[in-house]
């Protein structure tokens, strides 16, 4: 089954208990300020933060994590560990039949893969929201948390982000989710909640 949803303002998206959403943009898009607005997120937590049965799984959770042992190292050295560690602690909440919800950068389709076969296996679906934002909102956003990705990064980010979404509008299957929502800066802003039932 697929589905693409049109999000209403003040809209709430409903999932399957079980599922696991993965929260997907471009660096700077919005998705940790959106999992910090839904689910009252501090930003100096360290490991997934519980909410009833599901868990919501942000990078910067890992990145504090590991601050203390890898400040002085360069961040291209940081970065694959930091990814590494959000990596497993999606895949273990999965395998331990929590609902999750997760920021990704939705990019990169062997994990999405890994992801949704790790969904199956417990008896659920992947979905996908992807933050729909234009490169100079994304870059802003980067500026203002403090962390700007390198332009060739970000280069091959768009160049990999923009395709996946026109797909998506187009209403092409998005496989390995079962389902997408597409939802630009103002219809994510004035996204309530996240809902599994």
Not at 28 to 41: E, Q, V
Not at 138 to 153: L, N, S, Y
Request: charged fraction near 20%; aromatic fraction near 6%; hydrophobic fraction near 45%.
């Amino acid at each position: 089954m697929h589905e693409l949803q049109a999000v209403d303002p003040g809209s709430v998206l409903c999932y399957p208990a079980g599922s696991l959403v993965l929260v997907a943009g471009l660096p700077g898009a919005g998705k940790t300020t959106l999992l910090d607005r839904l689910y009252g997120l501090r930003g100096d937590e360290t490991a997934p933060v519980p909410a009833g049965d599901v868990r919501v799984i942000d990078s910067r959770q890992a990145r504090n994590w590991w601050a203390r042992f890898l400040r002085p190292l360069p961040a291209r050295l940081r970065t694959p560990l930091i990814q590494a560690t959000h990596v497993w602690r999606i895949g273990r909440a999965i395998l331990a039949g929590h609902g999750v919800v997760a920021h990704t950068r939705g990019t990169w389709p062997h994990i999405l893969h890994l992801f949704a076969w790790l969904a199956r296996r417990r008896g659920h679906r992947l979905h996908l929201i992807l933050l729909d934002v234009d490169p100079h909102t994304a870059r802003a956003g980067q500026v203002a948390r403090g962390r700007v990705v390198t332009a060739a990064t970000f280069a091959r980010h768009c160049r990999r982000w923009y395709p996946l979404v026109d797909r998506a509008r187009g209403g092409d299957p998005m496989p390995p989710a079962a389902g997408v929502t597409v939802l630009d800066r103002d219809a994510a802003d004035r996204l309530k909640t996240i809902h599994f039932i």
